[in-house]
């Protein structure tokens, strides 16, 4: 069974830019959630996704956003990006189930953003 | 900011020895987990225990939860070189979704 897949692993971009992140999760996870790794913050929550509704958000500005397809890709966007936006993003699902709790979750390699 | 804070923040040892790192929470949860992470990669999933349990067992891996004190510890025995990482807790926060809540990590490394 194939893993979570994040892509791009990497990229560069510049203070002001835009950038969106894409993760295709294991075949069967409905759910799909976010979270930001920096050297400083350690790792932080941003979204959790469950058949295309957000059901769970952290304490991010609105530059962070995020949307989850009928196939249950996700993807997040961070927009007008800052230098302190530099992070390893990873995205995580699993075999959440409509009622919540939560469970063990199958990490991507990450996409690792460089903002100059 | 964290609920999870693990010490210690970095741990060296020799293989063979076993090790054994700490975490504290500060809210009630309904389980407790432990992830490990080679540098700049993904997260692996270790272990899982729910607020019931006081003790389990994986392989080389063993956790235990103490609800009263809000903390977990894992132990790792027989430590080789290829278990060299960094190592999270992580709570979930009751009525959450899949939302974790990581410590800082404890850094192992495991010399030859």
């Known amino acids: 069974k194939a893993g979570v897949t994040q892509t791009p692993r990497y990229l560069i971009k510049t203070r002001g830019q835009q950038v969106t992140l894409s993760c295709s999760p294991i075949?069967?996870?409905?759910?799909v959630s976010w979270y930001q790794q920096t050297p400083g913050q350690g790792l932080q929550f941003l979204f959790e996704?469950?058949?295309?509704?957000?059901?769970n958000k952290g304490n991010f500005p609105g530059r962070f956003s995020g949307r989850q397809f009928s196939n249950s890709r996700s993807e997040m966007n961070v927009s007008t990006l800052e230098l302190g936006d530099s992070a390893l993003y990873l995205c995580?699902?699993?075999?959440?189930?409509?009622?919540?709790?939560?469970?063990?979750?199958?990490f991507g390699e990450g996409s690792r953003l460089t903002v100059l | 900011s964290q609920q999870g804070e693990e010490d210690p923040q970095a741990l060296s040892i020799q293989e063979g020895e076993n090790a054994t790192m700490n975490c504290s929470y500060k809210?009630?949860?309904?389980?407790l987990q432990w992830y490990r992470q080679n540098s700049g990669r993904g997260l692996v999933h270790l272990i899982l225990?729910?607020?019931?349990?006081r003790e389990k067992h994986s392989g080389r891996l063993r956790v235990t939860l103490d609800t009263s004190k809000k903390s977990s510890s894992l132990l790792i025995t027989a430590s080789r070189a290829a278990d060299t990482a960094s190592y999270f807790c992580?709570?979930?926060?009751?009525?959450?979704?899949?939302?974790?809540?990581f410590g800082a990590g404890t850094r192992l490394a495991v010399h030859p």
């Open positions: 075949s069967g996870h409905r759910s």
């Open positions: 996704y469950f058949s295309e509704t957000q059901r």
């Open positions: 809210t009630s949860i309904n389980n």
């Open positions: 995580a699902s699993s075999l959440a189930s409509a009622s919540g709790g939560t469970g063990e979750l199958f």
């Open positions: 225990i729910r607020s019931n349990e």
């Open positions: 992580a709570t979930d926060a009751k009525g959450g979704y899949n939302k974790l809540i």
